[in-house]
């Protein structure tokens, strides 16, 4: 059986969905009952894949909003629960989505491996990010040649670029896909400068040296709400990549010539009976999901019962190559701008 964890995406959106789920008590309760909350497993599902393999599974609502997200204990109970809860219901692999895979990491959750008279076993979980990276590298592949811009000549800016999703696609971008240049952006220089080395090329730059160099964007950093970008310095056309978690690109950068496509998200090839991608604000909440819950279903699917992405810069191209396998033959699709030809996938 796969799992998934997620939250919703407001403290406002969570509480409307507690009322439509009959749980009216939590629904009338401030942030301080919603703190207390314990997690919920609110859906069962069974999926039957594009190879005919069938395979049940269940969503975890982590009861966690991010509101709370700069109470740091709180957070990280909301995680720890919810993981306790996911393998008490003898789940094989569990999918940790939006947030609570970031709190995971930069909470250093490793250390909290005992729950109550639980000892998480790791090998249970995963964060999905090898899919993911694999998604974006995709889109990229698809999307750039539909704009006109040949990959093969272009300037891919990675927002992120030493992170686990960002240093995967940096990889990919470089020894698969064969882009012209790498510019590589990230706070920290240590870091980039050992991607660099790794990778036998990129330019590191800052965010705004960066931005009007390229043809596309990935962004695969949690930026600041208040990040601003100034339109009329950017290439066009160009190609955004918004891999980010919320994502709230296409508002800030609303211009002519340049296409915001959500990033990590794939589609199935039918209809999946659930509702729990309505929290997630799909388009199409019955079909497209984000690519890191699609990993612990393809995880199911091939009966690889593994934690596959675990910790930091782990993603290999072999990994990558994996799941990306699974994901095409599962019946995935990776998202596509609307409206345009698109490279053979
Ligand atoms: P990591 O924490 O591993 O990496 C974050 C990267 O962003 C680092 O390179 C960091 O470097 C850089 N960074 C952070 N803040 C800034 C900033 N202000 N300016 C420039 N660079 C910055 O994160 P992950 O790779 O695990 O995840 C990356 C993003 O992808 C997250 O937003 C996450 O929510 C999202 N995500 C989306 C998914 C989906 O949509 N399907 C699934 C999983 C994750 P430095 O600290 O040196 O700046």
Known sequence: MFGLIGHSTSFEAARRKASELGFDHIAEGDLDVWCSAPPQLVEHVEVTSATGRT???????????????????TARRKVLNAMELAQKKGIDITALGGFTSIIFENFNLLQHQHVRSTTLAWERFTTGNTHTAWVICRQVENNAPALGIDLKKASVAVVGATGDIGSAVCRWLSSRTGVA??????????????????LGGGRILSLEDALPEADVVVWVASMPRTLEIDTSRLKTPCLMIDGGYPKNLDARVAAKGIHVLKGGIVEFFTDIGW????IAEMEKPQRQMFACFAEAMLLEFESHHTNFSWGRNNITLEKMDFIGGASVRHGFTTLNLQGLPQAAV
């Open 55 to 73: 395979i049940q599974g269940a969503y975890i609502d982590s009861c966690f909003v991010p509101e709370m997200l700069s109470r740091f204990k």
């Open 181 to 198: 240049e790498l510019l590589l952006v990230a706070r920290q220089q240590k870091p980039l400068e050992e991607l660099r080395e790794e």
């Open 275 to 278: 509702s729990m991608m309505e």
